[in-house]
């Protein structure tokens, strides 16, 4: 069981439809993380939110859009997705923002979503 | 952040200390080493991590060499469920992404 508690699991949407994803975590951590994971590759980094505010944007296009509306909850919105954006879409938080701490990442399990 | 090196993937005996090996020679002096793992269709999972003194959990012991230019991580009595990808980072405090590289396939058989 992970503290990271991400919903849909699986998730499948039209190039057409707009959907969320969401993240939630009780640990009382500040910093939130949004990674994308395709099949048989290494997670790699799209967002950070550190104290509800986006630090980091690792150049996703548009068509993501996170928010973060509470330092509980964390939401991806997504519209307007291509087939290769089928992927494993993992919430990460941490005490503090890693950039100012050792403090791991805790992960969720991740929604594997999959656009036809 | 600093480059590693792991193999792609090893083998270990159930009940057999696993050691799985993590080059970082490029590691610059204030960048720590954690390692994660990733059990097929779960998030990655903090392990471990440390500066330059090996450092042991409940769940397995980091070995730095002196030079920090690699390390070890033990596995002391491999059981199936640690069947995963195992991933060594290097990271300093300077940097607020936590970048995976290729990781080690970690295959325990009974």
């Known amino acids: 069981d992970t503290e990271v508690t991400q919903t849909p699991k699986h998730l499948v949407m039209g190039m057409t439809n707009k959907k969320s994803l969401k993240c939630e975590q009780h640990m009382g951590h500040r910093a939130m993380y949004w990674y994308k994971q395709k099949a048989k590759k290494p997670p790699e980094l799209m967002f950070v939110?550190?104290?509800?505010?986006?630090?980091i944007n690792e150049s996703v296009p548009s068509r993501f859009s996170p928010e973060c509306p509470n330092s509980s909850l964390l939401n991806l919105h997504l519209h307007a997705l291509q087939p290769e954006d089928s992927a494993l879409y993992l919430c990460?938080?941490?005490?503090?923002?890693?950039?100012?701490?050792?403090?791991?990442?805790?992960f969720g399990n991740g929604t594997r979503l999959t656009v036809t | 952040d600093a480059k590693t090196t792991q193999p792609p993937s090893m083998d270990c005996a159930e009940g057999r200390a696993a050691n799985l090996p993590c080059n970082h020679s490029?590691?610059?002096?204030?960048?720590?080493v954690y390692w994660y793992r990733q059990i097929h269709s779960q998030g990655p999972q903090y392990i471990i991590h440390g500066l330059k003194n090996n450092e042991t959990n409940e769940m397995a012991s980091l070995i730095i060499t002196e030079d920090r230019k690699s390390s070890t991580l033990i596995l002391p009595h491999a059981t199936l469920r640690d069947t995963a990808v195992y991933y060594c980072?290097?990271?300093?405090?300077?940097?607020?992404?936590?970048?995976f590289g290729g990781g080690t396939r970690l295959m325990v058989k009974p």
């Open positions: 990460a938080s941490s005490q503090v923002d890693m950039g100012l701490s050792n403090s791991p990442l805790h």
């Open positions: 980072i290097p990271k300093n405090n300077a940097g607020n992404m936590l970048t």
């Open positions: 490029t590691i610059s002096g204030n960048e720590y």
């Open positions: 939110y550190s104290y509800e505010k986006l630090s």
